[in-house]
């Protein structure tokens, strides 16, 4: 930025002036950058009355009038100049980012971008295929409505959708903080000051979860409304770029925007995660303090209220799990062929013939324990192999 255009830009949103108002200090800014000063007041006395404003320069104070912003004077000769400057700009031809003072004439068609002559003979768009920038111009002229349509769908980023779920969970956790807090409040509605302490604690305890839910919810969906106005941002860019009647203006923002949308599509988006808000502070006082005497309330220990985020149980997909499984039912089986066996010796000697089927019996049962043991010691190794 040159000094000429520096004394052209506001010292708040350090852009070109808008509207430019004039303060008693002399000191002049944007209309709505003043307006966003005053409306990031908290004062509400403030607000009932004449509304005072602090320059953001000097810190001079100044008294408005009902009308506000409006009423102050608008900074006619600098509004002047700044018109005659964008003319000026508007007519002007860009030049090269990499190659001094040297227009940009030319269409890369690899690149899609607009390129110097330099940039196609020693640069690094050597080779490239070119087209003149009227031909790039028309062929293009389709591609701003593309970008517009595909940036306008919620689902082209899904941020939104994010966003929204955020907001909702922020809510119900608040809300279930709000309802705690008057489910305790009704609690120790009857109860004298020996309660106070407990009652204070436990307001204290949910304060914090409160605090922990804006602090961690907030955060996120900061960070998921940075995307979003992002997307917005180019909404807004491919919106104004499309009634651009310049053709190096028109495939210059084209450019801007086809590179934004690539980095934008590749932001990660938060996961979200169940979560609830443990224990809950109703049923801590009806089931563990209702039936405590008021002796005894004294020495209760406050319930730890914390967020919990839910996981899912893994533990039956656990090979030793299903090792340990295999191990069990093996073992049931021979404890039902056990007392299979022990009915037929209870009938064999009954018929006399009990040696030779104690015999046969033990021989099967030999082979049958042989095999279990074989079992179980294949699956021995299979535990070594994955947890040694």
Excluded at 9 to 22: A, G, K, L
Excluded at 33 to 53: A, K, M, T
Excluded at 296 to 309: A, D, V, W
Excluded at 346 to 356: H, V
Aim: glycine letters at 4%; aromatic letters at 8%; hydrophobic letters at 35%.
């Amino acid at each position: 930025m040159n000094n000429f255009e520096e004394e052209l830009t506001c010292s708040v949103c350090y852009n070109i002036f808008e509207d430019p108002r004039i303060l008693p200090c002399s000191h002049t800014f944007c209309r709505s950058c003043l307006e966003s000063v005053i409306n990031s007041l908290d004062s509400f006395l403030w607000r009932l009355s004449l509304v005072r404003l602090k320059c953001p320069s000097c810190r001079n104070v100044t008294e408005l009038s009902p009308a506000g912003v409006n009423a102050l004077p608008i900074n006619f000769a600098l509004k002047s100049i700044i018109e005659k400057y964008k003319t000026e700009e508007q007519h002007s031809m860009a030049t090269c980012p990499d190659h001094h003072r040297q227009p940009l004439n030319v269409f890369c068609l690899k690149d899609r971008k607009l390129v110097c002559g330099q940039c196609l003979t020693v640069g690094q768009h050597q080779g490239h295929p070119i087209d003149d920038p009227e031909s790039a111009y028309i062929k293009e002229r389709e591609t701003a409505s593309k970008f517009l349509a595909a940036l306008s769908d919620k689902s082209f980023t899904g941020v939104t959708a994010v966003i929204q779920t955020l907001e909702e969970q922020m809510t119900h956790c608040k809300s279930v903080v709000q309802e705690d807090k008057r489910e305790v409040l009704s609690f120790f509605e009857g109860i004298s000051d020996i309660l106070e302490q407990k009652k204070q604690g436990l307001l204290a305890a949910l304060n914090n979860v409160n605090k922990e839910v804006s602090e961690i919810y907030a955060r996120q969906i900061e960070q998921m409304k940075q995307i979003e106005d992002e997307q917005l941002d180019l909404i807004s860019l491919c919106s104004s770029t499309s009634e651009e009647s310049s053709p190096l203006t028109f495939l210059e923002n084209i450019h801007k925007i086809r590179q934004r949308m690539k980095a934008l599509k590749k932001q990660p988006l938060i996961p979200v995660q169940s979560v609830d808000i443990y224990p809950r502070v109703g049923k801590v006082l009806t089931s563990e303090w209702m039936d405590t005497s008021l002796g005894e309330i004294n020495l209760k220990p406050l319930p730890k209220i914390n967020l919990r985020f839910e996981n899912k149980d893994s533990s039956k997909s656990n090979p030793g799990y299903q090792i340990y499984k295999c191990i069990l039912l093996t073992i049931l089986w021979v404890f039902v062929i056990l007392c299979i066996w022990n009915m037929d010796l209870f009938f064999s000697f009954e018929n006399g013939n009990w040696k030779q089927h104690i015999s046969e019996n033990m021989q099967t049962l030999a082979n049958n324990m042989c095999s279990n043991l074989d079992n179980v010691k294949a699956g021995s190794r299979v535990i070594r192999e994955l947890f040694c």
